[in-house]
């Protein structure tokens, strides 16, 4: 299947400063991604839809200033937590949408995910 | 988008089928039927999609009612690897000009245990 990769894997930060996370499609392009988090024990929750070359669209109750995505090319997508607090410590999930056709579908594929620590 | 029921958790023997269930009888016409799986620490790995007809790839068989108000996924030879959180989801997955805003929409879905 297409290959969506993530970097880096896992990361630690000390409070108040902010972290990037990449997003890379590496062998389609992609002009939705969508982030997800997903704490211990849970479901992944979306966070926000990432089109290329717009704004994101963020979920309800998911702060757009202190979670900056931004897809500035077909194959990219990032995100980055500002001012990041130990409550942000999660892992944080990329997906990238490859486009199908009508009879087929679109397929979405997920990235390795990223561990955040905020010390 | 629709939302769908699967059991909490299932046991499987190795090296039998296992058979997963979803419910989603809310589905509507230009929705897929989409299912994934999560092992340990990992990002979701896709399976299998299918919109009315059964579907079949290397990893699984994907069955779908008639009505589309349920399906079943299929592996046909449980290994000790297939252990996994197995979610099925429901999403409008294409529209004209090959966009799609659906949502990919998680729910608990169906822990899998394979044992020897």
């Known amino acids: 299947g297409a290959v969506v990769s993530q970097h880096p894997s896992w990361v630690i930060c000390k409070s108040g400063t902010s972290v990037k996370i990449e997003c890379r499609s590496l062998d389609f392009q992609a002009t939705t991604m969508f982030w997800y988090r997903q704490f211990p024990k849970q479901s992944l929750m979306l966070m926000a839809t990432s089109n290329e070359g717009s704004k994101a669209t963020y979920e309800q109750g998911v702060e757009k200033d202190k979670f900056l995505i931004n897809h500035a090319s077909l194959t990219l997508s990032t995100l980055t937590v500002t001012s990041a607090h130990p409550e942000d410590s999660s892992f944080y999930i990329c997906?990238?949408?490859?486009?199908?056709?009508?009879?087929?579908?679109?397929?979405?594929?997920f990235g390795e995910g990223s561990w955040l620590t905020v010390v | 988008d629709a939302k769908t029921t699967q059991p909490t958790s299932m046991d499987c023997a190795e090296g039998r089928a296992a058979n997963l269930p979803c419910n989603h009888s809310t589905i509507s016409g230009n929705e897929y039927v989409y299912w994934y799986r999560q092992i340990h620490s990992q990002g979701p790995q896709y399976i299998i999609h299918?919109?009315?007809n059964n579907e079949t790839n290397e990893m699984a068989s994907l069955i779908i009612t008639e009505d589309r108000k349920s399906s079943t996924l299929i592996l046909p030879h449980a290994t000790l690897r297939d252990t996994a959180v197995y979610y099925c989801i429901v999403r409008v997955s294409w529209e004209w000009g090959g966009t799609s805003y659906g949502k990919l929409t998680f729910g608990q879905g169906t822990i899998l245990t394979v044992h020897p």
């Open positions: 299918g919109l009315k």
């Open positions: 997906s990238a949408e490859s486009t199908g056709g009508p009879t087929s579908g679109n397929t979405i594929y």
